[in-house]
Every structure is written in structure tokens, then in C-alpha cells.
């Protein structure tokens, strides 16, 4: 009895296992993947001051993926080596790293989670999302735009502003005035490498009117009653 009590256990946890395994297997199919393609895509930033601090990230990563194919379940995650921060100034490059900017030494990667997306228009987005930089997290949004949507490659441009101050930059840099207000921008290039294509829907200020057909006004002319 034992062993017939043993034996069938094993075979429903193997049965199991198989369903689960076919599951996810269906899901991911289900499931648009979407890859991102460094050698095309950069991240950049640039803060106003006296002298010119502008600068880009040699080192990043960037996942975008989704729970279906719906566009409103993406969830775009970009991870920067700090350390790669590239000014073009070996001296600006050294005082950013530091403990009264980055902090490279501590905390070695700048990050953004997004939470939700929201369509704003056709091809634009508003993103909101965790931003990580020196190990201190605070909402923030980015603004997305986006090129070659259905053809299953495409471009991502973004931007995004925050407060340094807010994430314990106050300090500066000697003989140069620098402003509290960071300006980040991106470009993104991507292609999908596996799963359905994503679904599109209208955005949720759409007008109905603004979806009609529009006519010249020749045409309107003719539609005029004598």
C-alpha cells in the first residue's frame, strides 16, 4: 500500500510539473519580448550652469517587457553603471563620481522602474516609475514618444527632469553656479524578438470627433445644400 501510495504521488507531482512547465510556456508565447540594441540607443543628461555639464553614459541596460499584449502593461526598467558617466572632462567626470554627486564608491548604479504607463496620444506616453540614484527612490515620469509602432522594431525617445536636491546632490562645484533641475534625455532602439504582436488602443483623451474623417473645403462645399 505504501508504495502504491508513493508511487502514485510521484506521478501526480510529475504531472504537475509538466502542466506548469507547458503554462508558462504558453505565456511566454503569449507574451511580447522585446529587445533593446545598445550599440544604437544612448542616455544622456545635461543640468544648466555657468559652464557647460552635459554629458552620456558609456555603461546601461534596458529591458522592456510585457504581462500581454496589451501597450498599457509594459514595464520599462533602465539600470546605468554611474561610473561610466562621460563629460568629455576628466575633472567634471571625477567630481560627479564623488560622494557630493553619485557617489560611484557607495552606490555604483543609477536606476528607473517604471510602475504604469499611461497613452497620451498616438505615439506618446507619460511614464511613471521609481528613479534610484545614490541609493535614494522617488517617483518620477518620463515623457515617451514612440516611432514605428506595429512593425515590430522601433524607437523610444524620452525625457525626464528631477529635482538633484531631491536625492541629497546639494552641494556644488567650486567657482561654478549649477542649477537644482537635471535634464535626462533618451533614445532607445528596439525590436521584437518573440511573442504576438502588441495591441493598440485609443488613447483616453481621445475625442470622438477628432476621429472622423476630415474634408477639404472643397469637398465640405459640395456636401452644402443649394
Known sequence: MALKLAATTMICTFALLLSSSALRGQDQGNTPIFEITPVDSWIKFHVKSSTTIAGKFDKWDAKLTFTSPDETTGV????????????????????????????????????????????????????????????????????????????????????????????????????????????VSFHLKGRRVAGPPLAFSLPSNARFMDLQPKFEPLERAALQPD
Open 76 to 183: 520599462l526598467e533602465i539600470k546605468i553603471d554611474a561610473a561610466s558617466v562621460d563629460t568629455g572632462s576628466g575633472l567634471k567626470n571625477g567630481k560627479l563620481k564623488g560622494k557630493d554627486f553619485f557617489n560611484v564608491d557607495e552606490n555604483p548604479s543609477i536606476s528607473f522602474k517604471s510602475t504604469k504607463f499611461v497613452r497620451t496620444g498616438p505615439n506618446t506616453y507619460e511614464v511613471d516609475g521609481d528613479f534610484t540614484i545614490r541609493g535614494v527612490s522617488n517617483p518620477e515620469k518620463l515623457v515617451l514618444t514612440v516611432s514605428g509602432k506595429g512593425t515590430g522594431s522601433g524607437e523610444i525617445k524620452g525625457t525626464m527632469n528631477f529635482n538633484r536636491k531631491d536625492y541629497g546632490m546639494n552641494k556644488g562645484i567650486p567657482f561654478i553656479k549649477i542649477a537644482d533641475h537635471v535634464d
